[in-house]
């Protein structure tokens, strides 16, 4: 292998000295992390370039399109160095040229294009599709700030811009000859001519839309290199020239310069709410039209005829974010490629499929007619059209159901209902997970499911295992290797060969020497950036995702205070130390949510501070979660706090990094935890709290009384009590979750699953004084994680959905033909 670290440092140096006209040593950390991104970028294009010269097949794989208005992938220097096999030279390469490569991973931006796990989700899946070697390109929007950084000050969050293109990003490349026009506005004339009905849109504003792409790699898939393509708007000609163009008017042509500008200047930053602005309208038809063109641009150089569309192209919706999708692909088959509606209607169902993430009510897309027609005015006229013939199938079909076809109209009210139109312009509809798509079917959807019952299906989310695993916890990683060698990595589900060492005390005991390690890692963190100590032989309680009211994070902020409570009045109660840790972003319009993080660190400040406690609890407020500082937090946790209310978090993804890096999930009956239970059974989970059917039983019904679970449980009512009686501070900062809880009678259910919630987790810390039997309960949580891989996620997509073969017999790392070129490229 000598051979190859010094024929890397070469290439490292030659690179260098290319891009700065110097050696190396003189160069800052930003530099020496540039060139070599650029190094690996170029490696990559060689081999990409070889395996496209070989696709001189006449007949075009299919491929499939991922639309998705977030991506959220995080770095990926060092992943991609462990997909190319080549991080250890590549370290100790650097190393000889005193170069630590650490300092050059911590210049790269984490990329943020996204709010929380609908975001990551479409990351682990670009991710699977390279490793799977399924042609599968990514569409979404090159955002010039991303999601904001958050910052705690005095205890509240502070929210600060995310420029993270500020000193260029090296991944990316700009494909200016790929750049197409998005019209907006403007009007549509409509002619007859030859007997044919032809629409012309005038008077639009015309925005540029320019691709930049960045490389997907899979672990040791060279042979398959996919794009996620980023879009970004930019005027269409100097402010001056277009002036000169418009009668000089200068200001309009500032306006209009800073208007397109806007649509990729900022990612919303709401997370399952609907901003409703219309901004995000444009957002939403900017790269779906863009993305769109690049599709249709491709398929006409492979092919004469669009009758085989739906066979050569399969466009995945994420979300009713692209739902625009329909009308756009139908109003390219009509207006610019003649087809008639019928046939273009069939090849648009057939190609587009839809994933639906949320039944929160306040999550569903709906739009004002007046905003969609005068920013989109053909794409009006054509989901008019849909809605009008929707309609007149169904009474056709089902003359007696009027209200079903209110129900299920796209057109309402003045409203345009996105997730109506998803479903009736799509063939397929999953829900993503178990629960999630039952509830789906009978309740959210459920018209829908009488209509086209066929079209409903499951796909539990993934996600990656060789990010979230291999990559997070490289102990953890060395110690399953050694035990039953590397399939894991490619196949996920082997993770079980891990089951016989169940009742393996001295692997046990590595286990539990490597959760250690991982603890003093977080441990040194906090830190660093809090000067907090944290005691590493402490139980790691935590609970990470974006704050909401639904993710019940009061639940477990009112569960320390009563545990506080409690040790105060008896500062003998036998509970083993825990360090309880939070993180996660706010939405900066929802104060709710931003008062639960001040209540945190209000109890953090307190209890962090109280010398009587000894050190036995410790609450940590950890600021900016993000993909980074998540591939830190999951491998350290021993307690995985997944306690959303029944039936409202559609999956979680959270809850299956935590299982793979071995925690142990406290949870209520929700999203995947159903699925998580099921594999690890009941002995290897904690369950609490009411079950989905009766928290809808009682939004449906009724019959809930929050005030009586006050009333009835005095530790309850006294930790209530405390959020407005003085104990916290003077403020009324905490009167609105009080009046949430008593007054609003407790939307989601925190008071009436304290009880059951505080008294399971006390088991589970007992458990946890039970060395071994916890060990292996974490190890079972490891070894059954493997079917919660976004590989297998990837591969029912693509059998069920998009029909399209993926490598199911992935070779071993010698017969890798990509990675023998990349050698070989170094040499
Ligand atoms: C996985 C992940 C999420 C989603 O977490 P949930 O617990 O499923 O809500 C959010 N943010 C980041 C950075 C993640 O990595």
Same mark, same amino acid.
């Given at each position: 292998?000598?051979?190859?670290?010094?024929?890397?440092?070469?290439?490292?140096?030659?690179?260098?000295?290319?891009?700065?006209?110097?050696?190396?040593?003189?160069?800052?950390?930003?530099?020496?992390?540039?060139?070599?991104?650029?190094?690996?970028?170029?490696?990559?294009?060689?081999?990409?370039?070889?395996?496209?010269?070989?696709?001189?097949?006449?007949?075009?794989?299919?491929?499939?399109?991922?639309?998705?208005?977030?991506?959220?992938?995080?770095?990926?220097?060092?992943?991609?160095?462990?997909?190319?096999?080549?991080?250890?030279?590549?370290?100790?390469?650097?190393?000889?040229?005193?170069?630590?490569?650490?300092?050059?991973?911590?210049?790269?931006?984490?990329?943020?294009?996204?709010?929380?796990?609908?975001?990551?989700?479409?990351?682990?899946?670009?991710?699977?599709?390279?490793?799977?070697?399924?042609?599968?390109?990514?569409?979404?929007?090159?955002?010039?700030?991303?999601?904001?950084?958050?910052?705690?000050?005095?205890?509240?969050?502070?929210?600060?811009?995310?420029?993270?293109?500020?000193?260029?990003?090296?991944?990316?490349?700009?494909?200016?000859?790929?750049?197409?026009?998005?019209?907006?506005?403007?009007?549509?004339?409509?002619?007859?001519?030859?007997?044919?009905?032809?629409?012309?849109?005038?008077?639009?504003?015309?925005?540029?839309?320019?691709?930049?792409?960045?490389?997907?790699?899979?672990?040791? %898939?060279?042979?398959?290199?996919?794009?996620?393509?980023?879009?970004?708007?930019?005027?269409?000609?100097?402010?001056?020239?277009?002036?000169?163009?418009?009668?000089?008017?200068?200001?309009?042509?500032?306006?209009?310069?800073?208007?397109?500008?806007?649509?990729?200047?900022?990612?919303?930053?709401?997370?399952?709410?609907?901003? +409703?602005?219309?901004?995000?309208?444009?957002?939403?038809?900017?790269?779906?039209?863009?993305?769109?063109?690049?599709?249709?641009?491709?398929?006409?150089?492979?092919?004469?005829?669009?009758?085989?569309?739906?066979?050569?192209?399969?466009?995945?919706?994420?979300?009713?974010?692209?739902?625009?999708?329909?009308?756009?692909?139908?109003?390219?088959?009509?207006?610019?490629?003649?087809?008639?509606?019928?046939?273009?209607?069939?090849?648009?169902?057939?190609?587009?499929?839809?994933?639906?993430?949320?039944?929160?009510?306040?999550?569903?897309?709906?739009?004002?007619?007046?905003?969609?027609?005068?920013?989109?005015?053909?794409?009006?006229?054509?989901?008019?059209?849909?809605?009008?013939?929707?309609?007149?199938?169904?009474?056709?079909?089902?003359?007696?159901?009027?209200?079903?076809?209110?129900?299920?109209?796209?057109?309402?009210?003045?409203?345009?209902?996105?997730?109506?139109?998803?479903?009736? +312009?799509?063939?397929? *509809?999953?829900?993503?997970?178990?629960?999630?798509?039952?509830?789906?079917?009978?309740?959210?959807?459920?018209?829908?499911?009488?209509?086209?019952?066929?079209?409903?299906?499951?796909?539990?989310?993934? !996600?990656?295992?060789?990010?979230?695993?291999?990559?997070?916890?490289?102990?953890?990683?060395?110690?399953?290797?050694?035990?039953?060698?590397?399939?894991?990595?490619?196949?996920?589900?082997?993770?079980?060969?891990?089951?016989?060492?169940?009742?393996?005390?001295?692997?046990?005991?590595?286990?539990?020497?490597?959760?250690?390690?991982?603890?003093?890692?977080?441990?040194?963190?906090?830190?660093?950036?809090?000067?907090?100590?944290?005691?590493?032989?402490?139980?790691?309680?935590?609970?990470?995702?974006?704050?909401?009211?639904?993710?019940?994070?009061?639940?477990?902020?009112?569960?320390?205070?009563?545990?506080?409570?409690?040790?105060?009045?008896?500062?003998?109660?036998?509970?083993?130390?825990?360090?309880?840790?939070?993180?996660?972003? !706010?939405?900066?319009?929802?104060?709710?949510?931003?008062?639960?993080?001040?209540?945190?660190?209000?109890?953090?400040?307190?209890?962090?501070?109280?010398?009587?406690?000894?050190?036995?609890?410790? !609450?940590?407020?950890?600021? %900016?979660? %993000?993909?980074?500082?998540?591939?830190?937090?999951?491998?350290?946790?021993?307690?995985?706090?997944?306690?959303?209310?029944?039936?409202?978090?559609?999956?979680?993804?959270?809850?299956?990094?935590?299982?793979?890096?071995?925690?142990?999930?406290?949870?209520?009956?929700?999203?995947?935890?159903?699925?998580?239970?099921?594999?690890?059974?009941?002995?290897?989970?904690?369950?609490? +709290?009411?079950?989905?059917?009766?928290?809808?039983?009682?939004?449906?019904?009724?019959?809930?009384?929050?005030?009586?679970?006050?009333?009835?449980?005095?530790?309850?009512?006294?930790? *209530?009590?405390?959020?407005?009686?003085?104990?916290?501070?003077?403020?009324?900062?905490?009167?609105?979750?009080?009046?949430?809880?008593?007054?609003?009678?407790?939307?989601?259910?925190?008071?009436?699953?304290?009880?059951?919630?505080?008294?399971?987790?006390?088991?589970?810390?007992?458990?946890?004084?039970?060395?071994?039997?916890?060990?292996?309960?974490?190890?079972?949580?490891?070894?059954?994680?493997?079917?919660?891989?976004?590989?297998?996620?990837?591969?029912?997509?693509?059998?069920?959905?998009?029909? *399209?073969?993926?490598?199911?017999?992935?070779?071993?790392?010698?017969?890798?033909?990509?990675?023998?070129?990349?050698?070989?490229?170094?040499?």
């Amino acid at each position: 292998m000598i051979w190859l670290k010094d024929s890397f440092k070469k290439a490292y140096v030659e690179k260098f000295i290319e891009i700065q006209g110097s050696m190396p040593n003189t160069g800052t950390s930003w530099e020496k992390y540039r060139a070599l991104v650029v190094l690996i970028k170029e490696k990559m294009k060689i081999s990409q370039a070889a395996e496209s010269m070989n696709d001189s097949s006449p007949d075009q794989e299919k491929q499939v399109y991922y639309f998705s208005l977030e991506f959220l992938i995080g770095k990926l220097l060092s992943y991609y160095l462990i997909n190319l096999g080549i991080k250890d030279v590549v370290q100790e390469g650097l190393e000889e040229l005193g170069i630590d490569l650490e300092d050059l991973i911590a210049e790269e931006n984490d990329a943020a294009l996204g709010n929380g796990g609908l975001g990551r989700l479409s990351a682990c899946y670009l991710d699977s599709m390279a490793f799977l070697g399924i042609p599968g390109q990514g569409n979404g929007i090159r955002y010039k700030y991303g999601l904001f950084q958050q910052k705690i000050v005095n205890g509240f969050q502070v929210e600060l811009p995310d420029n993270w293109l500020k000193n260029e990003y090296p991944w990316e490349m700009r494909k200016s000859d790929n750049t197409v026009v998005v019209k907006f506005k403007g009007h549509v004339r409509t002619e007859s001519i030859k007997g044919k009905l032809t629409f012309f849109h005038e008077d639009y504003e015309p925005v540029l839309a320019v691709p930049y792409d960045i490389p997907m790699l899979g672990y040791g %898939n060279l042979n398959r290199i996919n794009n996620l393509r980023l879009w970004s708007a930019e005027p269409i000609k100097d402010d001056l020239d277009w002036v000169s163009f418009n009668q000089g008017d200068y200001s309009k042509a500032v306006a209009y310069r800073s208007e397109v500008e806007a649509i990729s200047y900022i990612l919303y930053p709401e997370d399952s709410s609907h901003a +409703g602005r219309e901004l995000r309208l444009r957002q939403e038809y900017f790269f779906t039209a863009a993305g769109l063109s690049t599709i249709i641009r491709y398929f006409k150089k492979k092919n004469n005829s669009f009758s085989g569309f739906a066979r050569k192209v399969a466009i995945h919706i994420n979300d009713t974010h692209p739902a625009l999708c329909v009308p756009e692909l139908m109003r390219i088959f009509m207006d610019e490629e003649d087809l008639g509606w019928d046939e273009a209607w069939n090849i648009t169902v057939n190609t587009i499929s839809f994933t639906n993430h949320t039944i929160l009510p306040e999550a569903l897309e709906k739009w004002p007619v007046e905003i969609m027609k005068s920013q989109c005015p053909r794409i009006y006229m054509i989901i008019e059209e849909i809605d009008r013939r929707y309609r007149e199938e169904m009474h056709h079909m089902h003359p007696e159901k009027r209200d079903l076809i209110e129900h299920t109209a796209i057109i309402r009210d003045g409203q345009i209902h996105m997730a109506h139109l998803a479903v009736i +312009g799509s063939n397929s *509809v999953n829900g993503v997970a178990e629960l999630h798509t039952k509830i789906l079917k009978t309740q959210v959807l459920k018209d829908f499911y009488t209509i086209y019952p066929y079209k409903f299906n499951n796909k539990t989310n993934g !996600v990656s295992h060789r990010r979230f695993l291999l990559e997070a916890n490289p102990d953890l990683s060395r110690l399953i290797s050694e035990s039953i060698g590397e399939d894991w990595i490619r196949q996920s589900e082997s993770l079980e060969k891990l089951l016989p060492y169940t009742s393996d005390t001295a692997f046990l005991e590595k286990l539990a020497d490597v959760k250690y390690h991982n603890k003093c890692r977080l441990a040194n963190y906090i830190n660093d950036k809090m000067n907090i100590q944290v005691d590493p032989s402490s139980i790691f309680d935590i609970q990470v995702k974006r704050i909401h009211a639904y993710k019940r994070q009061l639940l477990n902020i009112l569960k320390i205070m009563d545990l506080y409570n409690r040790w105060r009045e008896d500062p003998s109660m036998d509970i083993y130390p825990t360090t309880f840790i939070f993180g996660g972003k !706010v939405a900066p319009g929802y104060q709710y949510a931003k008062s639960i993080i001040k209540l945190i660190t209000t109890m953090a400040q307190r209890i962090n501070t109280d010398p009587a406690l000894g050190g036995k609890m410790k !609450v940590i407020f950890l600021e %900016n979660f %993000n993909v980074s500082l998540a591939e830190m937090i999951y491998p350290a946790a021993d307690i995985s706090e997944q306690i959303s209310t029944a039936s409202q978090e559609a999956s979680g993804t959270g809850n299956m990094k935590f299982m793979l890096n071995g925690a142990i999930t406290l949870g209520t009956l929700d999203g995947a935890n159903v699925e998580i239970r099921r594999a690890v059974g009941d002995e290897n989970i904690a369950i609490f +709290g009411l079950k989905a059917n009766e928290v809808m039983n009682y939004y449906q019904w009724g019959g809930y009384k929050s005030w009586e679970e006050y009333q009835n449980f005095p530790r309850l009512k006294r930790v *209530v009590d405390q959020l407005v009686d003085g104990s916290l501070g003077s403020s009324n900062e905490f009167a609105g979750i009080y009046e949430s809880l008593l007054r609003d009678n407790d939307q989601y259910f925190v008071l009436k699953d304290f009880r059951s919630y505080t008294d399971t987790w006390q088991k589970v810390n007992l458990w946890y004084q039970h060395k071994l039997s916890w060990a292996s309960s974490c190890l079972v949580n490891i070894g059954k994680g493997g079917v919660f891989s976004s590989d297998r996620a990837i591969k029912e997509y693509a059998d069920d959905i998009w029909h *399209v073969p993926y490598q199911n017999e992935i070779p071993g790392p010698q017969e890798q033909s990509g990675i023998n070129q990349i050698k070989h490229a170094y040499k």
